[in-house]
């Protein structure tokens, strides 16, 4: 199975919210199609970002990329209940590197 990465910057939570929703939220929305591998939050230039790592079926490749980038449009809006969202990258596991999708 295809591996990908979906890197999410977070913003300002919205009111109400507690952090841990944020990676709760996107593991969830992930979760409901797709296979989540790993997850994790960086912080890139004082801006911090939320990076899960899933599967999707085998497929032709340019399904399997639609299908990531979906998956990974699913997980923003998900975390977009609890906070503000910056720039998502998608990135596939291709030759033991990590290239971006789209």
């Known amino acids: 199975m295809p591996s990908f990465r ?6 300002d939570l919205l009111p109400g919210h507690a952090p841990e929703e944020v990676m709760d939220r996107a593991e969830t929305a992930l979760a409901a199609t797709h296979n989540v591998e790993a997850k994790d939050l960086e912080v890139v230039a004082r801006v911090p970002r939320i990076v899960l790592r899933f ?15 979906a ?7 998900g975390v977009r209940d609890v906070a503000t969202t910056g720039r998502l ?3 596939r596991r291709d030759r033991g590197r990590w290239s971006p999708v789209g």
């Open 6 to 11: 979906a890197r999410l910057q977070i913003g």
């Open 55 to 69: 599967t999707v079926p085998d497929s032709t490749w340019d399904w399997e990329n639609r299908a990531a980038l």
């Open 71 to 77: 998956a990974a449009g699913r997980m923003r809006e």
């Open 89 to 91: 990258d998608v990135l």
